[in-house]
């Protein structure tokens, strides 16, 4: 880019798309964000999420074991950040324990969301096919608008007029 190109560009227009563009970004994924569990629960998608959900609850929790070496030093990791934030040692075993099975709880429900979606999807490419049966609506013959009466009482009211007006002559 030379500079007399450079020169043209305004900050403020650069300033302004940037905004822009970080504002649509941030609208996007709040409105994402919101009207997914309203899609899903307007789709009847809800069972299907719940239960998908359970099952991949099950598989996870099934992989944590005592004899899982991953899982035994992830708990170990969080025990002991927690027990050197100033948590005594029961506290954080629960709280290792609980953070452990938040984490199994979202991975499970993100798992069951890319299902329900790729089950969406696979429905939405059977009905492609239906759109070739659709028809555009046939026009309606149009019928003449009834005139108003407004317009039938000033024409009678100028008949009769031109009536008197011959017969006075």
Request: charged fraction near 15%.
């Amino acid at each position: 880019m030379d500079a007399e190109a450079h020169a043209r560009v305004s900050p403020w227009v650069v300033t302004f798309a940037v905004m822009l563009a970080t504002f649509m970004e941030v609208l996007d994924t709040t409105v994402v964000n919101v009207s997914i569990p309203h899609i899903a629960g307007n789709l009847a998608a809800t069972m299907l999420l719940a239960r998908r959900t359970q099952m991949h609850q099950n598989v996870l929790v099934g992989n944590i074991t005592a004899g899982n070496l991953e899982s035994g030093r992830m708990l170990q990791g969080m025990q002991g950040w927690f027990h050197a934030n100033g948590v005594d040692q029961y506290v954080a075993s629960r709280r290792a324990w609980a953070t452990l099975y938040g984490m199994v709880q979202r991975h499970a429900s993100m798992l069951s969301f890319v299902e329900a979606f790729w089950v969406m999807g696979v429905l939405f490419l059977v009905m492609l096919p239906f759109i070739l049966f659709l028809r555009n609506p046939r026009p309606k013959a149009q019928r003449p608008s009834p005139r108003p009466a407004a317009e039938e009482i000033t024409e009678i009211h100028e008949e009769l007029q031109d009536e008197e007006l011959l017969l006075v002559h």
